[in-house]
């Protein structure tokens, strides 16, 4: 994986250039409360050129610069608090083990960082990410403009390095699919769990934790983002993550988890009836949304453009909510209108990588990107009818329904990375039904939420 590392860190500084310099900071470590810190997790744009694990460090790239080209400011070694929080690289780690040609004290930064400063054209620097870099930076500039008298012209062009690492990170090499096939993979399975342990009378957090517990086991430490685990009325609010309600019979239930391999994210959602069998109402609205995201999915092709998945899926919703009375008019003009909207309020996917919402853009020179093989991206439509939905017919109400898949470009069309987490009502239907009763002891007397 330093090979990796290695070559991304190539083709930054070949694309930088000579007389240029890249600063990428560690992300700092955040407090959860009083004396508790978060558990650490690397910022994605630092790791990704890096691979270095620790906080409290800067990586520097000065392309052909003799000394060394890649020099990283790391923590030092301490016998005593490494005994505390754990091993350390330190310098010679930085070197050895996570290939720095050089390596100094972070706290050396102010002395060091300023003499290379003032010896390039060009820095490379995202500006607004990290407040108290942005702070020194500033000032290690104005000193070296302060100098200007004894001849130091110092750097004359600011370019933003996220835009560039970002582009590189929108492509996924071969090591990265894989842990991001990895990552859905796992995630299929504990939605796979949480289908077979859903019960009547369970608490919306059993079922998250039997979601955690899947994934801890198979390896996955980290969660990608809160799991949404909502049934009834909760499915319909987009960001629910209370998860502390009973869920009940008669009830669909949607669960939008997934877990993070390796720094690599997932994102799936599943919604399925909390009896194991759908009514007919919830299964005509599920069908028209399964129905949204196939002709989504189908759309995910290299050369087609960003949008045209978020298009396909924009005509199936507004044509099946007019088959079902939900809207009237021609399908054309509605469209037109956003008619859709107040069931179907968001976007169709977004990229997805290291972050959940990962980097890149989604337009280039002002027109809709091209997809290209590599690239993942989710394909995530919903309709989501709350109590009380003007006009509509209260047969429909109180549901929430989104299917949410990872999707790989690849020269041969869609690859659906979460392929085996079910999402066809009969598959559903018979996996729910063969479910072990396994936590439905739990079921009646649930502890109420902390
Ligand atoms: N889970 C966040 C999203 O679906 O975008
Ligand atoms: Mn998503
Ligand atoms: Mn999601």
Known sequence: MQKEFERRRAQLMRMMGPGAIAILPAAPIAMRNRDVEHRYRPDSDFYYVTGFPEPEAVAVLIPQ???????????????EREQWDGSRAGQQGAIEIYGAQDSFPIGDLDEILPRMLEQCERVFYAMGCNPDLDRRMSEWISKIRSQSRSGLEGPLEFIALDHYLHEMRLLKSPAEIRAMRTAARISAQAHRRVMQGCRPGLREYQLEAEFLHECGIRGARHQAYPSIVGSGAN??????IDNNDAVEDGDLLLIDAGCEYDLYASDITRTFPVSGRFSESQRVLYEAVLKAQGAAIDEVRAGNHWNAPHEAAVLVITEELVRLGILRGAVAQLIEDEKHKPFYMHRTGHWLGMDVHDVGSYKVDGEWRLLEPGMVLTVEPGLYIPAGAEGVDKRWWNTGIRIEDDVLVTEAGPEILSAEAPKAVAEIEALMAAAPPRIAALSARSPAPA
């Open 65 to 79: 610069r003799e000394q060394a080209e890649y020099v990283l400011f790391c923590r030092e070694r301490d016998d």
């Open 235 to 240: 499915a319909c609010i987009l960001h629910y």
